[in-house]
């Protein structure tokens, strides 16, 4: 069992978007929906204890991309979640609570959810120190944002059992690789929150 402050623990659930989790979203993948339940087990368990939640929301303006030189997720992927589509919004299983100070919903742009963003700066301002990390897609957003963590010297570390995937090798090289180079893996059920506050 590993223990964390709630006082300084922020669980960050990563792009939990239709567009991702759905069957109907464009890039949909079985392992990112599977991941859904989990999530909203680690969330609830976060709320309970009085730890902060941090939601991220990947949307892009349809011109985004017209001007890269190089970084054209389009390209790359197809359009998807697209500013003020279906697509873009968080499934809704898991629904913020923006009227509590301790819940942040992050608009992100790009695979790490520090790049351009207020994540840092809020983060700081409520002295979180650990992030608990979970969401889709493993291998992408999740450990790019986790690595931005890091060497932003928060203590990132990867619940396994709520981070979604295309393919579970895909899951397997991000914990391996986020627990060898910059953070910590544990399961869901080994997460504990200090209750003596």
Request: negative net charge; contains cysteine.
């Given at each position: 069992?590993?223990?964390?402050?709630?006082?300084?623990?922020?669980?960050v659930v990563?792009?939990?978007?239709?567009?991702?989790?759905h069957?109907?979203?464009?890039?949909?993948?079985?392992?990112?929906?599977?991941?859904?339940?989990?999530?909203v087990?680690?969330?609830?368990?976060?709320?309970e204890?009085?730890?902060?939640?941090?939601?991220?929301?990947?949307?892009?303006?349809?011109?985004?991309?017209?001007?890269?030189?190089?970084y054209?997720?389009?390209?790359r992927?197809?359009e998807?979640?697209?500013?003020?589509s279906?697509?873009?919004?968080?499934?809704?299983?898991?629904?913020?609570?923006?009227?509590h100070?301790e819940?942040?919903?992050?608009?992100?742009?790009?695979?790490?959810?520090?790049?351009?963003?207020?994540?840092?700066?809020?983060?700081?301002?409520?002295?979180?120190?650990?992030?608990?990390?979970?969401?889709?897609?493993?291998?992408?957003?999740?450990?790019?944002?986790?690595?931005?963590?890091?060497?932003?010297?928060?203590?990132?570390?990867?619940?396994?059992?709520?981070?979604?995937?295309?393919?579970?090798a895909?899951?397997?090289?991000?914990?391996?690789?986020?627990?060898?180079?910059?953070g910590?893996?544990v399961?869901?059920?080994?997460v504990?929150?200090?209750t003596?506050?």
């Open positions: 069992m590993t223990q964390f402050d709630p006082d300084n623990t922020a669980v990563v792009d939990m978007q239709n567009g991702f989790c069957p109907d979203g464009s890039l949909y993948a079985p392992g990112s929906e599977d991941a859904i339940e989990p999530c087990d680690l969330v609830e368990r976060a709320r204890a009085g730890a902060s939640v941090v939601f991220t929301r990947d949307v892009h303006p349809p011109e985004q991309f017209e001007d890269s030189h190089y054209d997720e389009f390209e992927w197809g998807h979640v697209l500013e003020g279906w697509e873009a919004e968080l499934v809704a299983e898991l629904e913020p609570r923006t009227d100070d819940e942040l919903v992050v608009v992100k742009h790009t695979y790490d959810a520090f790049y351009e963003t207020q994540l840092e700066g809020w983060l700081d301002a409520h002295g979180i120190d650990d992030l608990l990390f979970s969401g889709t897609l493993a291998n992408v957003c999740v450990l790019h944002t986790a690595g931005s963590a890091g060497l932003r010297d928060y203590h990132p570390v990867l619940v396994e059992d709520p981070i979604g995937y295309i393919e579970q895909h899951h397997e090289y991000a914990l391996d690789h986020a627990d060898w180079l910059f910590d893996v399961a869901l059920e080994d504990a929150f200090e003596d506050r």
